[in-house]
């Protein structure tokens, strides 16, 4: 499992810009930057099996929507970008680390020498601050052909809405930006990319290595629209194109993950003693989480033996019929039989979270499956309400 992956809204302390973009590139110098001649040497207009970055359960279309550009002047996202292999990120100028080192690390892997070209789009979540000539400017630090948009609340929530990231917040008191300005904003840490077939097959948390952009730039380059413009990404600036999370190893197939945080548990007399119903309505949450998914093998049995990740101190299987009963014990692994599938739903068997990190609908978690066999698949998850848990 990739320790670096991460998905999730970041509220740090302020550090140097400078300081930020030294880090990264001290990081550059310790990574291997690469990728095996397999997915490097992938057929145009083959969609590769693998990559480095976390992978989307389904493609995601290249959103539509229009902001202020760096002359001042409408931006068409999808008409300025499509068909070219573009990376999409929300984030601020003055943001202490995610930002600029996001964009410190697309700087430096896209300026070597025999790397595909691709747009690098910046979207503020801080309009307030960030005017074309502050984007300008910081971007500038990076890549002067770093492309800052910008626009008024209204139209950046729209943005974000198309792109299926969580809406930004300004975290001051009444959510409003400080007139002395020194506030920080809670924003999406993913950077979104798009494929020169104008769909999206992977994102990049903070905390991606340079070697998994620098391994996935060149496969994602070669994925071609098979003929003719696409029909694809017509859905309005209200529609998320965010899909239910998912991915693909082999034979094996995670489909529909989200995570929720359970209620803290209630007393019922039945189980007096066992801690009470773990998922009973509450109208607070404890420090448990759950996640639900579907495993789908289409080849010979495999076990799923452990789901890690860095938003929970524990993960372990559990029967949600049965939990809270004397007998009741986890579960050691889930039998994924030949050709056949495993739901683990409400009120059934899930993956309970355990001492869990705070986390809201709208966030994103990345979690590492192992199976047996298979070996390790890494998902990005989005944490859904617990009436959104059901599909």
């Known amino acids: 499992m990739s320790s670096s992956l991460t998905a999730h809204l970041l509220k740090r302390r302020r550090v140097g810009l400078k300081r930020a973009i ?21 057929a145009a ?76 789009v910046f979207v503020t ?13 910081f971007l ?3 890549n002067p052909d770093f492309i800052g948009l910008t626009g008024t609340d209204k139209e950046i929530r729209a943005a974000e809405l198309a792109a299926g990231v969580p809406p930004a917040q300004i975290d001051t008191k009444d959510g409003k930006p400080d007139p002395e300005g020194g506030y920080t904003v809670s924003h999406a840490g993913q950077v979104l990319a798009f494929a020169p077939d104008d769909l999206g097959y992977t994102v990049y948390p903070f905390g991606t290595r340079t070697a998994q ?63 009470g119903i773990p998922g009973s309505p509450g109208q607070s949450t404890g420090d448990a989480g759950a996640l639900y998914f579907t495993v789908t093998n289409s080849g010979g049995a495999d076990k799923l033996t452990a789901v890690t990740t860095q938003s929970a101190a524990r993960v372990t299987f559990r029967d949600a019929s049965t939990e809270g009963a004397a007998a009741s014990a986890p579960l050691t692994a889930l039998e994924v039989p030949a050709d056949g599938s495993v739901p683990l739903e409400p009120g059934g068997v899930y993956a309970k979270l355990i001492d869990i990190k705070p986390i809201k609908a709208g966030d994103m978690m ?18 859904v309400p617990v009436a959104g848990a059901s599909k």
């Open 45 to 120: 207009g083959d969609t590769p099996s693998k990559f480095a970055g976390v992978v989307l359960g389904k493609p995601t279309e290249r959103p539509h929507f229009t902001l202020t550009g760096p002359d001042g002047k409408p931006f068409d996202f999808f008409d300025e970008t499509k068909g070219e292999l573009t990376f999409l990120f929300f984030g601020y100028t003055n943001c202490p680390d995610v930002c600029p080192v996001h964009m410190a690390q697309l700087s430096e892997i896209l300026a070597r020498p025999g790397m595909p070209t691709a747009k690098v």
């Open 125 to 137: 979540a801080d309009p307030t601050r960030d005017t074309p000539e502050a984007l300008k400017k």
């Open 140 to 142: 500038g630090n990076f």
């Open 213 to 275: 952009y620098a391994a996935d730039i060149p496969v994602l380059s070669k994925i071609k629209a098979e003929s003719g413009d696409q029909a694809v990404g017509q859905t309005t600036t209200t529609e998320p194109s965010i899909q239910w999370g998912g991915a693909k190893l082999g034979n094996l197939t995670i489909a529909d993950a989200r995570a929720v945080a359970l209620p803290k548990p209630v007393k019922d007399p039945r189980h007096e003693g066992h801690g």
């Open 366 to 383: 990345a979690v590492t499956f192992t199976f047996e066999s298979g070996g390790d698949l890494d998902v990005l998850v989005p944490v």
């Open 22 to 42: 030294l880090a990264i590139s001290a990081m550059t110098l310790l990574l291997v930057a690469g990728c095996g001649s397999e997915d490097s040497e992938q």
